[in-house]
């Protein structure tokens, strides 16, 4: 059995679906609400779905769990609600990391490349690189809070899982991310703009010395992230804290194009002023550093920026059902 946290949202749905065509007994901690959510697991039930406030007494019946995908978070980077982030984002996958190392159950979590703030400690991954880093908002700084948790635990030397990963995700885009309201990706943002016969609008720069549309992110198909995940699945040697994304940071302006490329529309951009609520918090530049994960053995390609978007517009948002 495979439980998948979050599973019904955007990552953990495409995961699911991964597991689920592998034939593998999977139980999805998640709510679904009303606005649509479902349709993420429509086609790939799970064998149990469980609201998250009954985990605690799922798993207090000492389920026969293999593996625990943590995937369940507030992930907005604009929360606010500072007691709750807390208690969702560092305090139950503690529960889940002594619960699983009790159980000799593995546990691949969900960490962030919100962890890593403005970027100028750099993007290296593992746990000797942390106390460098200064998330710059609520959602990283919780994200950055149990990977700390997790470097101390280690050092101290107490009960682990017996396999144990964190992965911290760059800038994510495929499909079953539509419920996700202001934090959905940036590519069906554009999207939804140039096939309703608007230019791609894209924020001005908010640094010195950089060009409007040059800030850089990487970004990275959801695909190749699953498919990282399934490694670490099928690779229960490996531990540690990654990065995932490309190692490739790509321009706004590199994405539009792809955008009204895939889309195919004329290429129009325009530039508008930064919401006030994200100046000071706006990452302009992310890539991972992918030398850890590759020297662990993990030699998969990235999708190349503009194929990935390719997939995304025609494969998905252009079909009548968008859902994988």
């Given at each position: 059995m495979i439980i998948v946290t979050g599973g019904a949202g955007f990552i953990g749905s495409v995961l699911h679906a991964a597991l689920a065509r592998r034939g593998l007994?999977?139980?999805?901690?998640?709510?679904?609400?009303?606005?649509?959510?479902w349709r993420n697991l429509a086609k790939h039930p799970p064998s149990r779905l469980i609201p998250p406030e009954g985990l605690d007494d799922f798993l207090a019946?000492?389920?026969?769990?293999?593996?625990?995908?943590?995937l369940g978070a507030i992930s907005e980077t604009t929360a606010t609600d500072a007691d709750l982030t807390w208690a969702t984002n560092v305090e139950l996958p503690l529960r889940l990391w002594h619960w699983c190392a009790q159980r000799?159950?593995?546990m691949i979590y969900a960490s962030s490349a919100a962890t890593y703030g403005d970027g100028s400690a750099g993007f290296e991954d593992g746990?000797?690189?942390?106390?460098?880093l200064r998330p710059l908002n609520l959602y990283g700084w919780t994200k950055h809070a149990f990977d700390l948790?997790?470097?101390?635990?280690?050092?101290a030397g107490e009960p682990r899982p017996p396999q144990w990963a964190g992965l911290k995700f760059f800038n994510v885009f495929g499909p079953n991310e539509y419920h996700k309201g202001p934090m959905i990706s940036v590519v069906k943002v554009k999207h939804d703009e140039v096939t309703g016969g608007k230019p791609v609008r894209l924020f001005r720069s908010d640094r010195t010395g950089l060009a409007d549309g040059e800030q850089r992110r990487d970004f990275i198909w959801v695909g190749d992230v699953v498919d990282a995940m399934l490694w670490l699945l099928d690779t229960p040697r490996v531990n540690?804290?990654?990065?995932?994304g490309t190692g490739r940071a790509r321009t706004y302006l590199d994405l539009a194009h792809a955008v009204c490329d895939a889309a195919?529309?004329?290429?129009?951009?325009e530039f508008i002023d930064m919401p006030a609520k994200l100046r000071g918090q706006y990452q302009s530049f992310t890539e991972a550093s992918m030398d850890r994960l590759r020297a662990a053995g993990y030699d998969a390609q990235f999708t190349p920026l503009e194929e990935g978007i390719r997939r995304y517009v025609q494969d998905h948002l252009a079909?009548?059902?968008a859902y994988l």
């Open positions: 007994e999977t139980v999805v901690v998640d709510r679904l609400g009303c606005e649509g959510k019946a000492r389920p026969p769990v293999e593996l625990v995908f943590h000799g159950a593995r746990l000797d690189s942390l106390d460098r948790g997790v470097a101390r635990m280690l050092a540690g804290l990654f990065n995932l195919g529309v004329e290429r129009r951009v079909q009548p059902d």
